[in-house]
C-alpha cells in the first residue's frame, strides 16, 4: 500500500525487500484478503483468466470420478471448511472489526504465546487485525463445481460438515455442467439454472497489464496475447 503504482518490476522488488524486515510497517498482510471464490474442477477453465487473486483453485476432473463423487468427496471435505473458515474469519473480522476481529494491531502484545492483548492489560483479542481485512470485501465464499448436481447432493448427504455448510447459508455453491458448461445454482434445498448478466469479459495482454497502475478490485479479465483492450 505504500509502493508507487508506477514502480518497475525490479523497484517493486526491492521496495518489498525492504519493507519485509521493517517493524514499523503494519501494512499490509495481504494473506488470503479478498477471498470470494472457490473453484473446485479443472484447470482449463479458470486457465487464461485474471481473477484478482480473489480464487481458491482446487483442481478436480469429473471423468476420472465415479457416480457417486468418492473423489469430489474427499476435496470437498476438505476444501468446504477450510475455504469456508478462511472466508467467515474474514467476513466477521471486517464486519464487526472490535468484537469479532482483533481492531488494530499497534497496540497489541503476545502475550503468553497464546495470543496477543491490547497494551498491558484487556482480555485476549481474537479474530483478524483491522491492518489484514482493511481491504476485504466481506461476502459469503462462492464455491463453483464441476459436476452434476446429483452428484454433489450424493457428497453433501455423506458429509454432515458439507452438508450444513452449504445448506445453511454459509457459503454459495453452484455447479458447471462438464459438458455444456452450464451453471446451476443451489437455493432452497434445490439447484437453480444461474441467469447470465453478461457473456463478455474485458480482455488484456496479461495479467500485469490489467492490474498496473490499480489497488482496487479489478473486474475479471480474459488474458489473451496481442489484445488491446
Given at each position: 500500500?505504500?509502493?508507487?503504482?508506477?514502480?518497475?518490476?525490479?523497484?517493486?522488488?526491492?521496495?518489498?525487500?525492504?519493507r519485509s524486515e521493517d517493524l514499523a510497517q503494519v501494512r499490509p498482510e495481504l494473506g488470503h484478503a479478498t477471498n470470494a471464490i472457490c473453484i473446485v474442477g479443472r484447470r482449463e477453465r479458470t486457465r487464461g483468466l485474471f481473477l484478482d487473486r480473489r480464487a481458491f483453485l482446487t483442481s478436480y476432473n469429473p471423468a476420472q470420478d465415479d457416480e457417486i463423487g468418492s473423489t469430489l468427496g474427499r476435496l470437498l471435505g476438505a476444501a468446504v471448511p477450510v475455504c469456508a473458515g478462511i472466508n467467515l474469519e474474514?467476513?466477521?473480522?471486517?464486519?464487526?472489526?472490535?468484537?469479532?476481529?482483533?481492531?488494530?494491531?499497534?497496540?497489541?502484545?503476545?502475550?503468553?504465546?497464546?495470543?496477543?492483548?491490547?497494551?498491558?492489560?484487556?482480555?485476549?483479542?481474537?479474530?483478524l487485525p483491522w491492518q489484514i481485512i482493511e481491504i476485504h470485501e466481506p461476502v459469503r465464499l462462492?464455491?463453483?463445481?464441476?459436476?452434476?448436481?446429483?452428484?454433489?447432493?450424493?457428497?453433501?448427504?455423506?458429509?454432515?460438515?458439507?452438508?450444513?455448510?452449504?445448506?445453511?447459508?454459509?457459503?454459495?455453491?453452484?455447479?458447471?455442467?462438464?459438458?455444456?458448461?452450464?451453471?446451476?445454482?443451489?437455493?432452497?434445498?434445490?439447484f437453480l439454472p444461474y441467469t447470465l448478466t453478461t457473456s463478455q469479459l474485458p480482455t488484456a495482454r496479461s495479467s500485469a497489464d490489467w492490474y498496473r497502475g490499480w489497488r482496487e478490485h479489478l473486474d475479471f479479465a480474459a488474458i489473451r496475447t496481442g489484445a488491446t483492450s
Open positions: 500500500m505504500s509502493a508507487r503504482l508506477n514502480q518497475t518490476f525490479p523497484e517493486a522488488r526491492k521496495h518489498v525487500e525492504n474474514y467476513y466477521f473480522s471486517h464486519v464487526d472489526s472490535q468484537g469479532y476481529g482483533c481492531g488494530s494491531k499497534l497496540p497489541h502484545n503476545v502475550t503468553g504465546l497464546l495470543g496477543v492483548m491490547d497494551g498491558a492489560a484487556s482480555d485476549l483479542r481474537t479474530g462462492l464455491f463453483i463445481v464441476e459436476t452434476i448436481p446429483e452428484i454433489l447432493l450424493k457428497v453433501m448427504s455423506r458429509s454432515a460438515v458439507v452438508d450444513n455448510t452449504i445448506r445453511r447459508g454459509w457459503v454459495q455453491m453452484c455447479t458447471m455442467d462438464p459438458d455444456t458448461g452450464k451453471i446451476l445454482a443451489f437455493q432452497d434445498g434445490e
